[in-house]
C-alpha cells in the first residue's frame, strides 16, 4: 500500500528524526507563482496537476503536517533587474515562516555581486539557480565573483543545471563543471539530482567535497517514465550519503509529497541512510553558520 502525507509524521518518529529537512521548496510572490502554475498547466507533452495548490498561508501549515521542520523558498529571475527585488522579498517572507531559511538568487546582470553580498549580509542562507529557465551561461564573468563570494561564505546554491526536462544551452554537468574548477569550494546543491546525466554529476559530487545531490523528484513514478535513475548507480548514491538531500519541489508536484518519500525508501538503502537523506544533510546545509 503507498505511503500517504498523512503518515509521514510517524515514519519521521520510527526513523528517530524529528522531521525533514527539504531543500527544494518554492515560495514565491504570488503574481509569480501564478505564472509558474500557468506553465505547468498549459504543458501539451505530459499532465502536471499542482498538487499543492493552495494559498501561501495553507501552504505553510500543509508543510508542518507533513512533518517538514526545515525548508527554502526557493525563487528565480528569468530576466535582467529581478533577482534583486526577489532577495528582499524572500527576506521578508522568511520572517513570518519560521521553519524556512531566508533565500535568494541571482542573475548575470551589472551588479549582480553587490546585490548578493547585500543579502547574504542581511541573513540569507540559501541560494536558488537556475540555469534552464533562465537561459544564462554559468561562466559569465558577470557571475564569476558571485560564485566567489558563495564560495567563501559556505551557503548552499540549489542549482537546475541538469538537462531535465528539457535541455538548455548551458544545462548539463560541463559549464557547471568549469564553474566548480575555478571555485572548488562551491556549496553547489544539484537539483533533481541532475537528471538526466546522473553518473556525470554524480561524478562531480565525488570530485569535489562540497557538492551535494538533491532528490527532487528523482525516483518518483513521474521521472523514472521520463528518465529513470539506472540501477547501476545506486552503490554510488549509498556511498554519497552525507550528500545526498531530501527535495521535493513542494507545491509544484504532480503527485503527493509522501510519494517522494516512499520512493526514497523503495531504493532500500537502509534506515542510517534514509536519515542522512531525510533529515541530517539538509539541516545541516540550512543551518546558520557557526
Known amino acids: 500500500m503507498a505511503l500517504i502525507d498523512t503518515e509521514l509524521p510517524a515514519l519521521c518518529r520510527e526513523l528517530g528524526i524529528p522531521g525533514f529537512a527539504d531543500v527544494h521548496v518554492h515560495f514565491m510572490p504570488e503574481r509569480v507563482l501564478a505564472k509558474v502554475w500557468a506553465y505547468f498547466d498549459a ?53 513570518d515562516a519560521p521553519n524556512c531559511v531566508p533565500t535568494g538568487t541571482f542573475f548575470p546582470e551589472p551588479g549582480a555581486a553587490e546585490y548578493v553580498r547585500v543579502a547574504l549580509e542581511s541573513g540569507v542562507r540559501a541560494f536558488k539557480a537556475h540555469v534552464q529557465v533562465g537561459a ?75 557538492v551535494h545531490l538533491d532528490t527532487t523528484m ?32 513542494f507545491p509544484n508536484i504532480p503527485y503527493p509529497y509522501a510519494h517522494q518519500v516512499e520512493s526514497l525508501i523503495r531504493l532500500d538503502l537502509g534506515d542510517d541512510w534514509l536519515r542522512a537523506v531525510l533529515h541530517d544533510n539538509g539541516l545541516r546545509l540550512l543551518s546558520p553558520a557557526s
Open 136 to 210: 544564462y551561461d554559468p561562466r559569465d564573468p558577470l557571475l564569476d565573483e558571485v560564485w566567489g563570494r558563495l564560495a567563501d561564505a559556505g551557503v548552499p546554491v540549489v542549482c537546475h543545471c541538469g538537462s531535465g526536462p528539457m535541455p538548455g544551452r548551458f544545462t548539463g554537468p560541463g559549464p557547471i563543471g568549469e564553474v566548480l574548477a575555478r571555485h572548488p569550494s562551491l556549496t553547489l546543491v544539484v537539483a533533481h539530482l541532475g537528471q538526466p546525466e546522473y553518473a556525470e554529476f554524480l561524478a562531480l559530487a565525488e570530485a569535489y567535497p562540497n
Open 43 to 95: 504543458l501539451d507533452v505530459l499532465e502536471w496537476p499542482i498538487e499543492y495548490r493552495l494559498d501561501e498561508t495553507e501552504r505553510l501549515e500543509r508543510l508542518g503536517e507533513l512533518g517538514v521542520i526545515r525548508h527554502t523558498a526557493l525563487l528565480y529571475p528569468h530576466k535582467p533587474a529581478m533577482a534583486a527585488w526577489l532577495n528582499e522579498w524572500g527576506l521578508s517572507f522568511a520572517k
Open 218 to 249: 528523482t525516483f518518483t513514478d513521474f521521472v523514472e517514465r521520463i528518465a529513470p535513475f539506472p540501477a547501476a548507480l545506486r552503490p554510488r548514491l549509498r556511498d554519497l550519503a552525507h550528500r545526498v538531500v531530501l527535495g521535493s519541489d
